[in-house]
Nanobody, 125 residues
Framework: QVQLEESGGGLVQAGGSLKLSCVVS????????MGWFRQPPGKVRELVAAITRNGASTYYTAPVKGRFTISRDNAQNTVFLQMNSLKPEDTGDYYC??????????????????WGQGTQVIVSS
């Protein structure tokens, strides 16, 4: 069973940066497309970025495009999310998850079987 451990969140002022990390175990990491998701307070969990198994292609949702960068290190079983020019609306709990199918990370977040504990990001204005 996949195990996910997110870290790197914190409190930052608007315009600042944070880099999130997610270490994956229990599966062959390089066989999984990965995504970063966030859940703002009182709202549903949503995808913000995704990356293919080999890291060659990435996808971003409109609110974060141009500010966030997803990357991965298959040797370290880790996926990253570099977040720049942070805005108060980026506040939320951030999670990673994956799927063995490249398009699988684009599915409804409610369909994933399990999640890590997440890491909290708070952006102050």
């Amino acid at each position: 069973q996949v195990q996910l451990e997110e870290s790197g969140g914190g409190l930052v002022q608007a315009g600042g940066s944070l880099k999130l990390s997610c270490v994956v175990s229990g599966v062959t990491f390089s066989s999984y497309a990965m995504g970063w998701f966030r859940q703002p307070p009182g709202k549903v969990r949503e995808l913000v970025a995704a990356i293919t198994r080999n890291g060659a292609s990435t996808y971003y949702t409109a609110p974060v495009k141009g500010r966030f960068t997803i990357s991965r290190d298959n040797a370290q079983n880790t996926v990253f999310l570099q977040m720049n020019s942070l805005k108060p609306e980026d506040t939320g709990d951030y999670y990673c998850n994956g799927d063995p199918h490249e398009q699988g990370v684009l599915k409804d977040p409610r369909t994933f079987d399990s999640w890590g504990q997440g890491t909290q990001v708070i952006v102050s204005s």
